[in-house]
């Protein structure tokens, strides 16, 4: 592996540094050719240092700044009001070359403000996507897009996120042709409003893709299907009530085995088991989404990720920048617009 | 309890007759003042009505028809082809006065047609909605519409369904000025899509109604609001999400619950436990969705319901017919729009 550099916002997220720094130095042990810029106020990030080695010390580099972004600000501020944020700094450091990668645990609007405006959009693409991998009861993963940097799309933004998702499951799955779908309110072809109809059948007239048709809302995480595509109202909405429904799931199951002695005695004898499952389904484990579609690699973290959710993100974006995620999603978008307008 | 009389869609859903029929008499039991009208296939329905007792019998009339809508029946084709379809003929029941309400486990779309058709939507009201209750983890019901019956909803139709959907809460659950919510993609103002913003503004402007604001996907399951509003195709994809992930969440724990000796042993233990707490949790027991606005009550069930399912079904149309629902609507509806005007 050649040596990659990652830009972590380390402001950004509800615990901050507390957790992005014990993260950054989790990933050095872990990748012994990544550098780490840490991105935020340094009077708040050296005593965080103390623990590490001096190996790892020498592949950190601080950016030392004050300002940042706040969880409620709204995009256009963190765009024009901060030129100083840790979250706007680690994202020039991708666009001046300085990181091949960033990630934040920061306000995803201002997140995807900023990238877009500092990093652009590849050539063919109109707005780029935030994307996630969920679990499916197959075990493979699927990928969900848009989870809500587009509140609403047209069938063209839909069609792009269906090649930009399929080429990112590709490139981090290594698994060819992932079979693609449009998330709809039924399976027939009659199904859904005119932007989904007018994205299946764009899909349908492109073979470089693997397009399955429509799926439901349940059949997301059977794992019959690897890519799933919506608007970002719509995938947002899909996220969040799947971890609504997981936690209430969780929250039923723990109230359903306290009530008796012997069922408590039993249940917590089997505590660990249930424990791990429901760990696996934990939204916060599931981390790391990538902002796709830029001429750069950003990675979101969810805001309340612990340590080891955060170092998942970070896996996630030395992934992208070792398999050069941006130059395949364009090649590949590329080549499948040359062929649509050949 | 006056009498009432429910026209139920005998052939509807995937099991037909064989769930129906017996929730039928199950329902005649419960309730001493119902008569129930059996639309469909008589040399399917008698044979099953062999158990009944002649105080049942005497409470059941059987309409016969051999024409059924089919579940992959286009809504346009079960309005002009079947002029004698069960499902038909028990909504024409309720037109014309014989039946307070009918109920179809049977094709949605075609429901939702025939039903908009024959019965028309009450003054005010420009499209019916598809309404449900869910689980929380408070333990009150939160109603979701809608789920599937408009595709495309504008902000005016976004205000009627929360008009609609708080008149049901309070009438089915009997609690006054229940707390609506609409649907979004974060609670900021800001947030969210031109009809979706514009339907805050409306509801902000109606004091008659408790509205308290946005709520993301995963408040859905708190049980901190009553009433939730959405367009359709957002409700039917986050309905059926949320039976996803349940099923995803107990196959997983299935899994990881026989994995080992011990475990599996302990397990067996609690499993009455554990199955008590999915079985509450079952979309299919939580069953039976109002097609709301309407001049007349029409029940849909999940079209997989077991017989205890249905049964659900019947009762929650007995309790929408007892509490006159069309009515309540229209009053509430009436009042609410002439404040609005005057």
Not at 143 to 159: K, Q, R
Not at 316 to 325: I, P, S
Request: net charge negative.
């Amino acid at each position: 592996m050649t040596n990659l550099t990652l830009a972590l916002d380390v402001m950004g997220g509800d615990h901050g540094p507390h957790v992005t720094v014990p993260a950054a130095l989790q990933a050095l042990t872990i990748q012994p050719n990544l550098n780490i810029i840490l991105v935020g106020d340094k009077t708040k990030i050296e005593p965080l240092l103390q623990l590490a080695d001096t190996g790892q010390i020498s592949r950190i580099e601080i950016v030392h700044t004050t300002e940042m972004v706040q969880m409620n600000d709204r995009p256009i501020h963190a765009l024009r009001r901060y030129k100083q944020s840790s979250m706007r700094l680690a994202i020039e450091a991708v666009r001046d070359g300085k990181a091949d990668a960033c990630v934040s645990a920061g306000n995803t609007g201002a997140l995807m403000a900023l990238a877009k405006v500092l990093l652009k959009t590849l050539p063919g693409v109109d707005r780029p996507a935030l994307v996630s991998s969920l679990p499916t009861s197959k075990g493979n993963p699927a990928y969900l897009l848009d989870l809500g940097a587009n509140v609403t799309c047209d069938a063209e933004a839909l069609f792009q996120f269906a090649v930009m998702g399929s080429v990112l499951f590709e490139t981090v799955e290594k698994r060819e042709r992932p079979r693609v779908a449009l998330l709809n309110v039924g399976n027939e072809e009659i199904k859904g409003n005119d932007n989904v109809q007018q994205a299946a059948q764009y899909l349908q007239d492109t073979p470089q893709l693997n397009y399955v048709g429509y799926i439901e809302g349940d059949e997301i995480y059977t794992g019959n299907v690897d890519v799933i595509v919506c608007d970002g109202f719509v995938g947002n909405i899909t996220l969040k009530t799947s971890e609504g429904i997981a936690r209430l799931l969780v929250h039923q199951l723990k109230k359903g085995l306290t009530e008796g002695f012997l069922v408590r005695f039993l249940a917590r004898l089997i505590a660990p088991r249930i424990q791990k499952v429901l760990s696996q389904m934990n939204p916060d484990q599931y981390n790391g989404a990538s902002l796709i579609g830029l001429r750069g690699i950003v990675v979101k973290s969810h805001g309340n990720a612990d340590q080891e959710a955060y170092l998942q993100a970070i896996c996630l974006a030395v992934t992208e920048a070792q398999r050069r995620l941006p130059e395949m999603i364009k090649d590949r978008l590329e080549s499948i617009l040359l062929d649509i307008n050949s």
